[in-house]
């Protein structure tokens, strides 16, 4: 059974600081991994996929790393603004016959202090 | 093209009563997810449906709740006689009928039990 844990629960950074969230699975064959952001009280907003075959994805200031041997993603935010507060979400979608379920984390509460 | 629609945004019941929850999907979209994010907890699948038929219905608690998609109309996620544990955030996520990666999502219901 796919498991997804992210480290840490919680962080604050000051402004302008670069960050690093963490996501590991416990099921290395996965079909693809996503990055989301959730806002309070509102949806999901995909930020990043990364394919099992691929190594990372860059979107701006944002760059994901996946390396599925060792069950790891990670999230990098260069130079973080206020408006990066908001939770992360590491989401796996586990390889096999229920492919298209997404096995979520339970996020990291990011907080960018003006 | 819209989003996936939901509605309502924020429901209320007293224990016992029912809750109906809706999704619209995206535009062309026939598989529908649905999601349900306990208070600090990650999103847990719960089932997923294509119209007319319900294709993985695992994650569903086995009593009190159900769901469809009819062939008209949106997909409709049932509880009936809510208690206080059903409270919770519940996400609807569409996909189109080929193989995509990524699962659209809505803004979620935030249902309440008083």
């Known amino acids: 059974k796919q498991e997804v844990t992210q480290i840490p629960a919680a962080l604050s950074v000051p402004e302008g600081e670069n960050l690093v969230l963490n996501c590991s699975f416990t099921d290395s064959a996965i079909y693809n991994l996503q990055w989301f952001r959730q806002d309070p009280g509102k949806g999901l907003t995909s930020l990043l996929l990364i394919q099992s075959s691929q190594r990372e994805q860059t979107s701006g200031r944002l760059n994901a790393s996946l390396d599925k041997s060792s069950g790891r993603s990670t999230l990098y935010i260069a130079a973080s603004q206020p408006g990066d507060s908001a939770t992360y979400l590491c989401a796996v979608r586990t390889s096999g016959g229920s492919n298209y379920k997404l096995t979520f984390g339970k996020g990291t509460l990011l907080t960018v202090n003006p | 093209n819209a989003g996936v629609m939901q509605n309502p945004r924020h429901l209320v019941r007293r224990r016992g009563q029912e809750a109906r929850l809706r999704c619209s999907p995206m535009k062309g979209h026939s598989h529908v997810y649905w999601y349900r994010q306990l208070p600090e907890e990650g999103l847990k699948f719960m089932v997923y449906?294509?119209?007319?038929?319900?294709?993985?219905e695992s994650g569903m608690p086995k009593e009190r709740f159900s769901a469809e998609f009819p062939k008209e109309g949106p997909s409709i996620l049932r509880i009936q006689q809510v208690v206080r544990g059903d409270s919770a955030a519940y996400f609807c996520?569409?996909?189109?009928?080929?193989?995509?990666?990524?699962?659209?999502f809505g803004p979620g219901t935030r249902l309440t039990v008083t």
């Open positions: 449906l294509q119209k007319e038929n319900i294709i993985d």
């Open positions: 996520a569409s996909s189109p009928p080929v193989w995509v990666d990524e699962q659209y």
